[in-house]
């Protein structure tokens, strides 16, 4: 406990409190809860009502909607079009990423689960694009793979599926139980070249992130499920998605720029020390 508190004053008191934001956004309220207050019914029931093909149709759809995220991140490595490292990063486009998305679930919600195959490659692909952006303006270096698979991982990071074990742990835990699978899949890409995009390492990872993503997909897709939800529900269902990746990723981010500046054990007994109650 002492070690924690000696953690927690060794970070200056603007980094403290971008710490305890962080957390404020990595712990909040699960994304069913977010979704139920929006439609104003509970998400298990609305789950329990879906076609028995729906499961297989998110799971698919989850998956190439991630490899279209990863060609993405393939094809931009690499690349020196962006700031210049001493520049000091701008801030992340939030709010044109929130639009952009809310006008896909207009669509979706007009079309419910059978636009989900068109919808959610696009969803998913602004919405990597968004936490990118967050990314960099956290300071990490898009043109690294393993900034790149970072990214891709804060879709992972967005929930736990009912049979993961650290589904009642915190962040840390989490993060912990995808970096293994990270390290393997960005090494052999940096040891074999792009196109590794094949590669066992990297079809685990894409499969691990993918279950948890489903989840979430599904929630998604369950909130929209109600009869004539329409366009606009549509697009306030897309707009709380979004949303609650952005703050995922900004926390996520936040942490690992902390990181970088104090070391990983500094930040994390600091992080162990915010009491979440008072995160806010």
């Known amino acids: 406990m002492e070690q924690s508190s000696l953690a927690a004053q060794s970070l200056s008191d603007e980094d403290q409190n971008a710490l305890r934001r962080a957390k ?19 998400l298990e029931k609305l789950l329990a ?23 993405i991140a393939l094809r931009t490595l690499g690349r020196q079009d962006s700031a210049a490292p001493l520049a000091a990063p701008d801030k992340p486009s939030n709010l044109l990423h929130k639009f952009a998305v809310a006008t896909t679930g207009a669509a979706g919600g007009a079309f419910g689960l059978f636009a989900l195959p068109v919808e ?18 956290e300071g990490e270096d898009l043109t690294s793979i393993d900034t790149q698979l970072q990214c891709l991982t804060v879709l992972g990071m967005g929930g736990t599926s009912t049979a993961d074990d650290d589904a009642d742990f915190g962040y840390f835990i989490m993060r912990g139980a995808l970096a293994q699978a990270v390290s ?3 090494s052999e890409i940096a040891t074999k070249g792009f196109t590794a995009h094949g590669s066992a390492a990297l079809l685990r990872l894409l499969h691990t992130i993918a279950a948890r993503f489903s989840v979430q997909v599904s929630e998604q897709i369950a909130a929209k499920s109600i009869p004539a939800i329409g366009a606009v529900l549509g697009a306030m269902v897309n707009t709380v998605f979004i949303d609650h990746f952005q703050q995922v990723a ?21 992080y162990q020390t915010i009491d979440i109650a008072l995160a806010g």
């Open 120 to 137: 959610l490659p696009i969803t998913t692909t602004l919405m990597f694009r968004s936490i990118c952006d967050i990314a960099r303006s």
């Open 184 to 186: 393997k899949a960005s």
């Open 24 to 42: 404020h956004e990595l712990e909040s309220p699960a994304l069913a809860m977010k979704l139920a207050s929006i439609v104003g019914a509970p």
């Open 250 to 270: 900004h926390g996520h981010f936040t942490v690992r720029r902390l990181e970088r500046q104090y070391g990983h054990e500094t930040v994390e007994a600091a």
């Open 49 to 71: 009502r879906m076609p028995a093909f729906a499961n297989e149709k998110i799971a698919d759809a989850t998956e190439l909607a991630l490899r279209k995220c990863l060609a």
